[in-house]
């Protein structure tokens, strides 16, 4: 079964570094899609960023960054140069299988929340 | 891009009554809706998946008669909580599914529930 865990409950940085977020998945089918998620107090999911698993190359959106290790089945999260608006709970998802078995289901991880530090 | 428009953001009702939250899809057809619920400080669980004109199929221990969704439509999904109780109380999202791209999904604003 798939499953999407992150260890992180909490994480501080301070404001204009850097910060990793953990996220470990484990799945069988050789086709997926990872995303992570921004989740501010207002409770609105805001899309950062998605990596394939036949994507060749980590993604990057601007100050976000995925750093995908395919073989560790795991999919890090770098943000740079934090920001106070930083400050929220990011969630990692799987959704898994491709074209006509892609259900479009999305696993959730338990989420960190991150606290940003001026 | 593509919007998913969700209301009432939040509610307030007694116990015993029914309270119904609507997601629209507004610049494209969201063949599938997910649901989901968040308690505080915890992640997103599904609740059920939508499809337009057929039933809605639910999660293991999702209560299908308490949780009545409908998606009568490829713009419109709804979700009824009948008979709310306190421990309904809780963050509800939806999810619409736009056909094809890997960014088709988005999300609802969300609707907090309070059961009094």
């Known amino acids: 079964a798939q499953k999407i865990t992150q260890t992180q409950p909490g994480m501080f940085v301070q404001e204009k570094e850097a910060v990793t977020l953990d996220c470990t998945y484990d799945t069988s089918d050789p086709s997926y899609g990872l995303f992570w998620y921004k989740q501010p107090s207002s409770g609105e999911m805001i899309f950062l960023i998605y990596?394939?698993?036949?994507?060749?190359q980590n993604a990057t959106e601007g100050r976000y960054s995925l750093n995908f290790q395919k073989a560790r089945k795991s999919a890090n999260l770098v943000i740079s140069a934090s920001q106070l608006g930083d400050s929220a709970m990011y969630f990692c998802a799987m959704r898994e299988g491709s074209g006509s078995s892609n259900t479009g289901k999305l696993i959730f991880g338990q989420g960190t929340t991150l606290q940003v530090k001026p | 891009g593509a919007v998913v428009s969700q209301h009432p953001s939040w509610v307030i009702c007694k116990s015993g009554t029914s309270v119904k939250i609507e997601c629209r899809s507004l610049d494209f057809q969201a063949t599938t809706m997910f649901w989901y619920r968040q308690f505080p400080k915890q992640s997103l669980m599904l609740m059920a998946t939508s499809n337009e004109g057929s039933k809605a199929t639910y999660e293991q221990g999702v209560e299908k008669d308490k949780f009545l969704i409908n998606h009568a439509s490829l713009t419109l999904s709804t979700l009824t909580v009948t008979s709310a109780h306190p421990e309904d109380s809780s963050f509800y999202i939806c999810r619409g599914s736009l056909p094809g791209g890997i960014y088709g999904y988005t999300f609802g604003s969300g609707t907090r529930l309070t059961v009094v």
């Open positions: 990596q394939g698993s036949y994507d060749q």
